[in-house]
């Protein structure tokens, strides 16, 4: 069980000082989408972000956010998994409970709990999770501007001061909403999960098409030319066409000669961060190949840097896990598709410059 303890020893006023002007300007960079303040194994005040986001709705992506959050405590870490499905919040189910009494509802609308109260154990040792409330709690909300969730970043790029939390783990919604592309952006890993199916493929790459244009609009809003981030993305519209042949990526060199210096900045925004590919309900080795091609297309169509971190094949187990309202990892330990989340947990881990501690 992963356990807050009320009396936590503090940090000194001057760490403790140094830690808040690391959030703040932390956050500020977030919203720019610029890079961290400091490589992961150096930055003591915060911990390591990975989200998991995939576009279509049914990929898998609550089941991957779960489960990858057990794999890597057995591998030694403290994870905090929040679900940021708002509106269509499931991720408690994953660990077998009901709804939870307390959840982001009640500490980012009606204030009547503060972020200690939300941090609920899950049922596996050093995992923690975060529920997002009911649907219909956040109806009005979600068109509300991203400075309404500041107190939810403050308090998660806080959590490894106050509960020595070493990894969060982002569970998103479907589609392409504003405060799901502000969090995608905002992982030092962000993870897509895709089937192997047209749908789902194709999703996915509007996904990433969604996350080029986050990152632009961000340093736009925070360069203040809003309106140069605007001309950008319309002319990578029109040049890049509807084909993979001339991508977003040779574009942006073209677009340099015209806005040199800002495009000379978003290429240090779009480097200063990773995404991830994983492959669901893998039936064949076609399917399994999915993942190469679309590290392949992503980084020279789009320019992310993207890698394939592994395959989840199809089984059985899966289903029956959610029937037994128990995690799959700890259900079926020996399966296969639990040592293909141990493989892309490990995978995880080495792009954030981590290393397994047992």
């Given amino acids: 069980m992963f356990e807050i303890n009320p009396r936590l020893k503090q940090p000194s006023p001057a760490t403790e000082g140094d830690a808040s002007q690391f959030v703040t300007a932390h956050y500020n960079n977030w919203k720019a989408g610029l890079s961290f303040d400091a490589p992961l194994p150096l930055a003591r005040h915060m911990p390591a972000i ?56 009640d500490f980012l609308i009606t204030k009547t709990a503060d ?15 975060v529920a997002g409330g009911r649907e219909e709690a956040w109806s009005e909300y979600l068109d509300q501007p991203s400075d309404y969730l500041l107190p939810l970043w403050q308090a998660l790029l806080g959590s490894r001061q106050q509960f020595k939390v070493d990894i969060i783990l982002f569970d998103l919604g479907a589609g392409t909403h504003r405060h799901t592309m502000d969090f995608f952006s905002a992982a030092h890993l962000g993870l897509v999960t895709v089937l192997p199916e047209p749908t789902s493929i194709e999703n996915a790459y509007v996904f990433f098409k969604m996350t080029l244009w986050k990152l632009i609009d961000n340093l736009g809003n925070r360069l203040g030319q809003p309106e140069v981030a605007q001309d950008i993305k319309a002319a990578l519209a029109s040049m890049a066409g509807t084909t993979l042949t001339s991508g977003y990526a040779s574009c ?15 290429q240090r925004v779009i480097q200063a961060r990773c995404l991830g590919v994983i492959v669901n309900q893998t039936r064949d080795q076609s399917d399994i190949d999915l993942g190469s091609s679309m590290e392949h297309i992503c980084q020279k169509y789009f320019g992310l840097p993207t890698r394939y971190i592994g395959y989840l094949n199809y089984d ?12 799959l990892v700890s259900d079926f330990p020996h399966s296969m598709i639990a040592k293909r989340l141990s493989v892309a947990a490990a995978q995880s881990l080495k792009i954030l410059g981590m290393q397994r501690r047992n």
């Fill in 115 to 129: 972020f200690r109260d939300i941090i609920l154990p899950a049922p596996v040792q050093g995992v923690a999770f």
């Fill in 316 to 327: 059985e187990s899966v289903l029956k896990s959610l029937k037994n309202r128990r995690l």
């Fill in 252 to 266: 942006l060199k073209e677009l340099l000669l015209s806005y040199p210096q800002f495009i000379q900045d978003l």
């Fill in 50 to 105: 990975i989200a998991v986001g995939g576009g279509k709705g049914g990929v898998g992506k609550s089941i991957v956010s779960a489960n990858l959050a057990a794999t890597l405590a057995q591998f030694g870490y403290r994870v905090l998994v929040v679900d940021l499905d708002l509106g269509c919040s499931n991720l408690h189910s994953h660990f077998g409970t009901s709804m939870p009494k307390k959840s982001l509802v």
